[in-house]
């Protein structure tokens, strides 16, 4: 089975490229060749994986393997832009309207910025996305990972400082 999804981002988010920007960004998120950001299937599947280990190990076992030993079933695809949406951004050329930069700085002990700890990262604007994760087998696996998917809460970087905030959403099975 194909467990389609919708993954909706409530504030600004950020999932690296690993790069950084040169002289303007310390990090900059990841991006498609139209320069479009999408979710990377790998930090959905980990995510998935991490809340799936809560819910049911055997379940996780099955679905997602053994690292490092032992492939899991599911094939995760990155989560997308709906055709429409991305189309339309890509003919008007409004890529850069998706992106805001964030600057932080560390605060010292004395209550005053540490030198040489200015940061700035690019940032996303809240946007929705499509999803899909293949090779689903069983019933009892396809209702875990929908609510594996469904206790994520945030993802990417600083989202423990309010970064990433997201809902799955709007769940789908098709027959592979």
């Not at 959905?44 to 030993?69: I, P, S, T, Y």
């Not at 991305?86 to 910025?113: F, M, P």
């Not at 946007?127 to 809460?153: A, P, R, V």
Request: some cysteine; aromatic content about 10%.
């Amino acid at each position: 089975m194909i467990l389609k999804y919708k993954i909706k981002f409530f504030d600004y988010w950020h999932l690296s490229s690993g790069l950084s920007g040169g002289a303007k960004f310390d990090s900059i998120v990841v991006k498609d060749g139209e320069e479009i950001p999408y979710v990377p299937a790998k930090t959905v599947k980990g995510l998935a994986r991490e809340m799936a280990e809560l819910l049911d190990k055997e379940f996780a076992l099955h679905c997602f393997g053994l690292e490092g030993v032992d492939m899991g079933r599911a094939y995760f695809a990155n989560a997308t832009l709906d055709d429409v949406t991305k189309e339309e951004i890509v003919t008007n050329k409004l890529q850069d309207n998706l992106y805001d930069v964030i600057a932080s700085t560390q605060i010292g002990e004395k209550g005053i910025a540490v030198d040489d700890s200015l940061r700035e990262i690019e940032v996303v604007i809240p946007m929705t996305f499509e999803g899909q994760i293949l090779d689903i087998e069983k019933d009892d696996d396809l209702k875990n990972m929908q609510n594996s998917l469904k206790m994520i809460k945030r993802m990417g970087l600083n989202r423990n400082r309010g970064l990433g905030r997201c809902e799955f959403y709007d769940f789908e099975v098709e027959a592979n």
